[in-house]
């Protein structure tokens, strides 16, 4: 079973920085593209950071030049370094992994189950 575990989410004040991880585990024979989404209350999960196998990146535009996607293909986990945060930058964060188990035909996505961000003062 195939699993992602988020750390790193938190209570910080406007102008502060936090970390995200996302360590993937289980029977994992290649891992593709990884991302973080966010899902901020009443509104859409939406797209935050992406880094695809190549090793290109997209941003959504609210966080270019804040926040920082990295990925450790040996630890099968990524990163998202947030600074600068604003509070409407709040809500629960997301990563996503597409990957292909062992002994699966095909590739699946995989998400992880959330970590909350607060900003605030």
């Not at 609210?62 to 509070?87: C, E, W």
């Not at 629960?92 to 699966?104: A, G």
Request: charged fraction near 20%; include cysteine; aromatic fraction near 8%.
């Amino acid at each position: 079973q195939v699993q992602l575990v988020e750390s790193g989410g938190g209570l910080v004040q406007p102008g502060g920085s936090l970390r995200l991880s996302c360590a993937a585990s289980g029977s994992i024979s290649s891992i593709y593209n990884m991302g973080w989404y966010r899902q901020a209350p009443g509104k859409q999960r939406e797209l935050v950071a992406r880094i695809i196998s190549g090793g290109s990146v997209n941003y959504a535009d609210s966080v270019k030049g804040r926040f920082t996607i990295s990925r450790d293909n040996a630890k099968k986990t990524h990163y998202l370094q947030m600074d600068s945060l604003k509070p409407e930058d709040t809500a629960v964060y997301y990563c996503n992994v597409d990957l292909k188990e062992t002994f699966k035909p095909v590739p699946t996505s995989v998400w992880g189950q959330g970590t909350q961000v607060t900003v605030s003062s």
